[in-house]
């Protein structure tokens, strides 16, 4: 069906908790799947985004490669939500940030309880991490925030099925949770 | 002859010395606040109470009400202006919701559930506060303080006792406990002080309490924070 909404996701630093949420909508996948084609998403396994109706980002921006994923989104999403705490302020990772990187790297790779011959890993092929984790906000514009540590999968079902009945999408208070 | 004010077109009376807030909370009517406790000395510091008074923003909690007052509490101007406010709170502090043990109690996360904040808005600052848990009972929790003043007029209206004070001025600002070590456990601080219940957020908390009521059923989860603020309000103080 060429009317199908596009749908692309991606987690960057969060836990994809977010995603198992979303998928906790059961067996309203079904209803969902009539109206929805997913792209680029780790549910499709399709590796980049080709220009789509709507965007979900789970996680926060730790590393370069999250910067690059989050433009490549948002360069082909004509919505871009971001989905979870950790996309709307940072979340947990974020708790590194009054804590110097490189403490950081020492505690986990270096001095860290039974860490032997420890080294900071530095193959080329690993994304540099970034001195902060970021809300996705920061980087590009949002047009879209579902709150919560994960949303319900009733927040998913309710902003989508608002979307895709061509509705402005709102959350009714019970949806609206920081935690 | 008793004297009223109008707030959004609904005439409620007042007596003589009270605030607007004060008359608001009377008529069951609530204006969004978070360094306000009935309870205490007005403070008028988080600045979400601003209403239109004749046309001019005033902080409800601190300005008097007097006769023939025309106030406006409900606007769009007023609830975006609050939820600015709201946000400029969020991102001033490390408020990581998932991780306190406040959440669903706590009054900054009420008001922004409230006024429908699905966001923080403004790049986040990211502060490095301190975590004081030297208390054997009770702990603060820097990165979540919002400088509401309230353990401050606690410790020295209710407690009698002077245990804390917000000291220096803008990015500065901070939380002092007044003590040799500025740790909690060298104050005067127990357990039973108000001071150590007055949080509106989880910046003081009792410690090994955290977890009685489980997350999905506390107070903001299941009520909306006007209804809950009003009931309380009225009962202490109607």
């Known amino acids: 069906m060429a009317d199908k909404f596009k749908v692309a996701t991606t987690s960057l630093a969060g836990c994809f908790g977010c995603h198992m949420s979303f998928l906790d909508i059961d067996e309203r996948m079904i209803e969902l799947a009539k109206h929805v084609e997913f792209d680029r998403s780790p549910i499709t396994d399709i590796e980049h985004c080709s220009p789509c109706d709507i965007g979900l980002i ?96 009733d927040v998913f079902w309710a902003f989508l099925s608002d979307l895709i009945a061509g509705k402005e999408p709102s959350l009714p208070y019970d949806l609206v949770h920081f935690d | 002859m008793s004297q009223t004010i109008t707030i959004d077109g609904k005439e409620i009376p007042f007596s003589e010395g009270q605030t607007i807030m004060d008359a608001a909370i009377a008529a069951d009517i609530y204006i969004p606040h978070l360094c306000h406790n ?24 601190t300005f008097p009400a007097t006769e023939g007052q025309e106030i406006q509490n409900q606007s769009d101007e007023l609830e975006k202006d609050r939820k600015r406010i709201t946000q400029m709170l969020f991102v001033e502090g490390n408020h990581f919701c998932p991780s306190c043990e406040k959440t669903g109690n706590c009054q900054l996360q009420g008001v922004a559930y409230y006024l429908d904040m699905h966001d923080n808005h403004f790049p986040h600052f990211f502060a490095n506060r301190e ?38 001025r803008g990015i500065n600002k901070r939380l002092i406990i007044n003590s040799i070590s500025g740790q909690l456990k060298d104050s005067d601080i127990a357990i039973d002080d108000c001071a150590a219940h007055i949080c509106p957020t989880g910046a003081i908390l009792i410690k090994r309490t955290g977890y009685q009521v489980p997350i999905g059923e506390r107070i903001y989860d299941k009520q909306k924070i006007d209804a809950v603020a009003l009931a309380k309000e009225n009962k202490d103080h109607g």
Do not use: W
């Open chain 2, 131 to 168: 975590v004081d848990s030297s208390h054997p009972e009770i702990l603060i929790d820097h990165n979540r303080c919002i400088f509401c003043n309230l353990c401050v007029r606690a410790s020295q209206e209710k407690d009698h006792k002077n245990v804390f004070a917000i000291s220096g």
């Open chain 2, 38 to 61: 009935p309870d205490y000395t007005p403070h008028g510091s988080c600045k979400l109470c601003t209403v239109k008074v004749n046309g001019r923003n005033c902080s409800a909690c």
């Open chain 1, 58 to 153: 789970e996680g926060g921006v730790c590393n370069s490669e999250n910067v690059h994923v989050l433009r490549e989104f948002r360069k082909n999403c004509k919505i871009l939500v971001a989905v979870g705490a950790c996309a709307i302020n940072g979340g947990l990772p974020a708790m590194r940030n009054h804590i110097p990187l490189e403490e950081c790297l020492n505690e986990s790779y270096i001095d860290g309880i039974g860490v032997e011959n420890g080294q900071i890993p530095n193959d080329p092929e690993l994304p540099l991490l970034l001195d902060k984790v970021h809300p996705i906000h920061e980087i590009v514009k949002v047009d879209y925030y579902l709150p919560g540590c994960p949303p319900s999968a």
